[in-house]
């Protein structure tokens, strides 16, 4: 099927299972990689290829790709640094061999500010876009953690964009938890934590030419919009306008729900959202679902398209 508009799926991984035993090995936990597993997502020449398949069929002309939530995050600083240094090199690797289908953001050994800040040099020359951070570190460790300063300055001067992208550590709510709801519900609420946090740390404002791509519509911030500019206005709960702040992020549809998909767009304005899937957690007719209920959608003809395709071309300035 021939599709008008060639999408740009800005939410999707990759997950080399080489990669997810070296994570392990290096201290990362088991259970937390298991669900990267045996679902189609290594990098091996078969699973690229079925993946490939699918964006045709989808209509989906390129994927940008991000190793979280299987961030290179483990105690030991160089182990770290190598891991996020073979991950980002494997990205590479399948940016080259299959030219304009992927695109790319790094991963950084965070928390280890000094190896971060080197890989973020090395990869300075190469076609990553930006980086991909995970929404929180083990344990609820936030990314406005003063010690990441020198992270964001770097990313500031680099012009970087910097993608937010749930955990799977359920907010660290033991109610979401204990109910294995780290996902279903977790990994909204965790979109929309680590935004906040963001925020409240003014990050956006002392770092300006940072551009924040957020997954999941945000979670529930489109919801909770005008809760949380009341809280500005009335109660001094953030240091700049949520409103006016989030009128500059961006927001992938990796949501599939079209009432979620118009919420987002009146509220953040549909030059903000882009199009994404989510993959490999969502395949086959789910997989194409992620552009057809944007296709499909009341949105008008030239938002439709700016969210398929023209949003993420502005951001990342192709």
């Known amino acids: 099927m021939s599709y008008s508009v060639a999408a740009i799926d800005t939410h999707a991984h990759v997950y080399p299972a080489w990669y997810l035993d070296r994570l392990v090995a290096a201290g990362g936990d088991p259970a937390a990689t298991a669900v990267a597993r045996g679902i189609r997502a290594d990098s091996t020449p078969e699973d690229i290829q079925a993946r490939i398949a699918g964006m045709d069929i989808a209509g989906v002309e390129v994927q940008l790709l991000a190793v979280t939530p299987q961030s290179p995050i483990v105690p030991d600083a160089a182990a770290g640094e190598k891991l996020a240094r073979d991950i980002n090199e494997e990205y590479l690797r399948l940016h080259t061999e299959y030219p304009g289908r992927f695109w790319l953001y790094a991963a950084l050994p965070l928390p280890h500010v000094a190896a971060s800040l080197r890989e973020i040099e090395r990869i300075a020359t190469e076609p990553f876009l930006g980086v991909s951070f995970p929404a929180l570190l083990p344990g609820g460790g936030s990314l406005n953690n003063p010690d990441f300063d020198p992270i964001w300055e770097a990313l500031n001067d680099a012009h970087a964009v910097v993608n937010i992208h749930p955990t ?18 977790g990994a909204p609420v965790e979109d929309a934590i680590a935004t906040l946090h963001l925020l409240k740390a003014d990050i956006p404002a002392r770092y300006p030419n940072i551009h924040f791509h957020v997954a999941h519509l945000g979670g529930d911030l489109p919801f909770l919009a005008q809760r949380i500019e009341d809280n500005y206005t009335d109660w001094n709960a953030f240091p700049s306008s949520p409103r006016q702040t989030l009128s500059k992020f961006y927001f992938d549809a990796a949501n599939f729900h079209e009432p979620s998909l118009r919420l987002a767009a009146e509220t953040f304005g549909p030059t903000q959202i882009m199009a994404g899937s989510d993959f490999p957690y969502f395949q ?5 679902r992620a552009f057809s209920y944007v296709r499909d959608s009341s949105l008008s003809e030239e938002h439709r398209e700016a969210v398929l395709r023209g949003n993420a071309m502005r951001l990342f300035g192709k």
């Not at 799977?168 to 519900?185: D, F, I, K, T, Y």
């Not at 086959?284 to 194409?288: E, F, G, I, P, R």
């Open 168 to 185: 799977g550590q359920g907010a660290c709510s033991a109610p979401m938890l204990e109910h294995r709801l780290e996902w279903v519900n």
């Open 284 to 288: 086959d007719s789910k997989y194409t």
